[in-house]
């Protein structure tokens, strides 16, 4: 699926961020909170809904304080996605990583199941890490997009990257991002032979 594409916002509303499905959008008055626009045709809103329903109140998860029939209000999170942190040089604690798994754990205790958490849905805010996007908690399916992070964290960014304060360009991001979905795509068929 292509990532969703903004043509025009009203003024004066400004476009925080895209993804897969929606775009999320701040009004500048009102700068604590999100809005989170699925794009037309794309699903996930009601599940959405429902997997913050299930999350409750938790430090590393947003909340979503209401919602229509394309769109969610949501808590906003005053951070860095970990995908511009590495690009940007800014350096990610390991802590974060720790925060991470302690929050997808919260979530399986909830009864639902972690998916698609990679470095565009997960901040840094004040050093530590949350969980920006869980609209797929609920998919009944198996993802390793979190293992494959946190690999990719431990045997490449943590020895290389962080000590040479090196930043990588979106291209190479992209790149390494679309190789790791692809050999998840082959493991999964794999798998299931
Ligand atoms: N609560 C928030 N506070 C601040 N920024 C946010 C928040 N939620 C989302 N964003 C920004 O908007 C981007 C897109 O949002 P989100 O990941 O929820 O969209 P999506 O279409 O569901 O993504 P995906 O393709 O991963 O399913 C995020 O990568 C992040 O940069
Ligand atoms: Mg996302």
């Known amino acids: 699926m292509d990532p969703v594409v903004v043509h025009a916002v009203p003024t ?7 993804g897969n499905y929606a775009a999320v959008l701040v009004h500048p008055h009102f700068s604590d909170i999100v809005v989170k626009v699925y794009a037309p045709g794309r699903p996930g809103r009601p599940e959405e809904v429902e997997v913050y329903n299930r999350l409750g109140q938790h430090h ?5 304080l209401g919602f229509g029939e394309n769109y969610l209000i949501l808590k906003r999170w005053f951070g860095v996605t970990l995908y511009d942190c590495v690009h940007r040089g800014i350096p990610i ?4 990583i720790q925060d991470i798994d ?7 205790a909830r ?15 004040d050093g530590r890490g ?16 979190w293992e494959d992070l946190k690999n990719a964290y431990n045997w490449f960014y943590r020895p290389f990257i962080l000590p040479l304060g090196i930043k990588i360009p979106h291209a190479v991001l992209n790149l390494v991002r679309s190789s790791y979905r692809q050999s998840r795509r082959v493991r999964s068929w794999a798998k299931r032979k």
């Open 12 to 18: 004066p509303w400004q476009v925080l961020g895209c």
């Open 60 to 64: 590393s998860f947003s909340q979503c």
């Open 93 to 96: 604690p390991n802590k974060v």
């Open 102 to 108: 302690d929050a997808l754990e919260y979530a399986r």
């Open 111 to 125: 009864g639902l199941n972690p998916h698609d958490v990679h470095g565009r849905n997960i901040m840094v805010v």
């Open 130 to 145: 949350v969980v920006v996007d869980v609209s797929d908690f609920l998919v009944d399916e198996d993802c390793g997009a």
